[in-house]
């Protein structure tokens, strides 16, 4: 690893487990866009599942707060 990466690689781990996810996930998405309109594509009908399944009854929600606690504290 180059000097200067191996010094963003050390700065990037005193992030927060929330924001070295959204780190992850911006570089990841440099990548390949073509591949990302797909995988974007996939997310939405995730999303219009759970939505219905939250209206059904059959996914009951989670206050986000507790959600981002319990990622932080691993």
Known sequence: MIESTHKIFTNALKL????????????????????????????????????EAYDTGKLKAIDISSVFEKINKR
Do not use: G, T, Y
């Not at 959204?22 to 797909?38: G, M, T, V």
């Not at 995988?39 to 995730?46: K, M, P, R, T």
């Open 16 to 51: 927060l487990p929330v924001e070295r996810a959204e780190l992850i996930e911006k570089l990841f998405h440099s990548f390949d866009l073509e591949k990302q309109r797909e995988i974007d594509s996939i997310w939405a009908q995730e999303l219009e599942s759970r939505i």
